[in-house]
């Protein structure tokens, strides 16, 4: 049986359903079926391999949730190279660090992407080529070849994560990741069927996004309803009226924003499961949601190292502040400091197994050394298993933020922030808002002799300028001095507190 990726995910859903509707913009309505979607994947297969692209090598995407978007996806790994989709909310200095560290031999990008881009193509060593997604059209040849025979361990695609450090690193995931995942969650735990169709607020360029509008319902029949725009709650929600999603996948932020805007309670009435991950959703949005909408919110954990949710509450059972209980396939340790699996209801570091775990980070020996202990991984994050059998997340081990789920480094803003001459001092921590979310919030002691300054403005506007701008601190506050150990050591957990 042929084992790469896309006889499942592209080739066979073509055969049965050519005509089938596979996917809709949510901006301009356009469809795409699944013979569209497939020869779209062989245009792009056959661009890239004009270009010389072989096998095993990466071909950077920063591209807009749409067609074209898994036309190259598909395309790349038809031939056995490695697409590694990246976020579009990032800096110029950022896309030169993923180009250069990934050795990327090109990159694909949407129109508008051009001004941040362009520098950092620049003397990249790797780089032979760039190119705009949407030239990809019926002008250039589809490829007659077969698709590359990968097995099932190969490496299929990267996505980079910031994980337990600030430092990018690109996780590296097979083939057959994206099958178990599909089985094991989409089927087992949501029930995902032809008759479904799926929207979601997370992009595809995140683990989560990928598999919410990539592979899950290209390996279950489902409907997949694209905005490349941004999440914009009016929009969000005129999108659902309009196209009727059965599910919905969102992130703890963006059902805030939702129950905060004026739009109608009818808004999510197609909706029979709405999911929640990138970050614990606070029991109060659950309860809300749910007393507004009529709609339970699943909440789930899954990290890129995992590709997608490993920990999910179960349709009509979803327990409120829990992530739920272990999917199928996976297998749960909470352990404590010295390795020692704790019992239920004291706080361990969670470690879960399972055939989606990644191969490890590229170029990264140590760190992949510190995330997997044998075939477990090592989340970083702190859970308890409660009496029910549910498991519910504590916070990280380390100081990282997840904000909208995506990983902040504090070290990464406080580094920005200090550029400036008027702060002596900064400490960057994690702080809820009133909807229960984390975000960055900045503690600066002012250089001497600083008169009368409006602080907040001046640190949220130089962050914001030289930072993707989720990192920028929604709260700044001037102190007279930082609490510190007596070697020097910030002690967050006091401003935390």
Not at 196 to 224: H, Q, R
Not at 294 to 304: H, K, Q, Y
Not at 442 to 464: M, P, T
Not at 469 to 491: C, D, H, M, N
Request: hydrophobic share 40%.
């Amino acid at each position: 049986m042929p084992e790469n990726a896309v006889h499942q995910f592209l080739i066979e859903p073509a055969e049965r359903a050519p005509e089938t509707v596979a996917l809709v913009n949510a901006s301009t309505g356009l469809e795409t079926t699944r013979q569209d979607l497939l020869t779209g994947a062989q245009q792009a297969a056959c661009f890239l391999a004009n270009q010389g692209v072989v096998a095993e090598q990466r071909v950077m995407m920063c591209c807009y949730d749409s067609s074209a978007f898994l036309n190259w996806f598909w395309g790349a790994i038809w031939i056995g190279a490695v697409p590694v989709p990246v976020s579009t909310m990032l800096t110029t200095k950022d896309y030169e660090f993923l180009i250069k560290d990934s050795r990327a031999v090109g990159v694909v990008f949407s129109a508008g992407q051009e001004q941040v881009l362009a520098p950092a193509l620049e003397e990249q060593p790797f780089l032979k080529w760039s190119q705009v997604e949407d030239l990809v059209n019926e002008d250039i040849c589809v490829v007659q070849a077969d698709p590359f025979a990968a097995v099932a361990e190969d490496v299929a695609f990267w996505l980079y994560t910031s994980g337990t450090t600030g430092f990018p690193k690109g996780a590296m995931h097979r083939h057959k990741d994206m099958g178990f995942c599909t089985n094991a969650y989409a089927k087992g735990i949501l029930g995902m069927t032809e008759d479904d169709v799926i929207y979601s607020v997370a992009k595809l360029f995140f683990a989560y996004g990928l598999g919410n509008s990539g592979y899950l319902p290209a390996g279950t029949g489902a409907k997949v309803v694209l905005n490349p725009g941004r999440p914009v709650p009016e929009e969000i929600a005129d999108h659902v009226v309009t196209h009727q999603p059965t599910i919905f996948f969102g992130v703890p932020t963006s059902y805030g924003q939702l129950l905060s805007a004026d739009i109608s309670d009818e808004t999510f009435a197609s909706v029979r499961i709405a999911v929640s991950a990138g970050e614990p959703l606070p029991a109060e949005i659950h309860r809300r949601f749910l007393e507004r909408f009529g709609v339970e919110v699943l909440d789930g954990f899954g990290t890129t190292e995992l590709a997608h949710v490993a920990i999910s509450n179960r349709p009509g059972k979803s327990v409120p502040g829990s992530s739920g209980t272990v999917v199928d396939g996976y297998e749960v340790s909470l352990r404590d400091e010295n390795g020692e699996e704790v019992e239920d209801g004291e706080p361990g570091l969670l470690h879960v197994k399972g055939e989606s775990v990644m191969v490890g980070y590229w170029n990264r020996t140590d760190r992949t050394r510190e995330a997997l202990l044998g075939r477990y991984l090592v989340t970083g994050d702190t859970y308890v298993r409660n009496d029910d059998g549910t498991y519910s997340c504590l916070g990280r081990s380390d100081d990282m933020l997840k904000v909208g789920g995506i990983w902040v480094s504090p070290t990464e803003v406080e580094g920005c922030i200090l550029e400036l001459e008027q702060i002596a001092q900064v400490a960057v921590v994690g702080a809820e808002d009133e909807e229960g979310l984390t975000k960055p919030k900045a503690y600066v002691v002012l250089e001497e002799g600083v008169g009368n300054l409006d602080v907040a403005s001046l640190v949220q506007s130089h962050v914001r300028e030289r930072l993707a701008p989720f990192k920028y601190p929604r709260w700044v506050e001037s102190v007279p001095e930082l609490p510190q150990t007596a070697t020097g050591k910030i002690k967050r957990y006091l401003l935390r507190s």
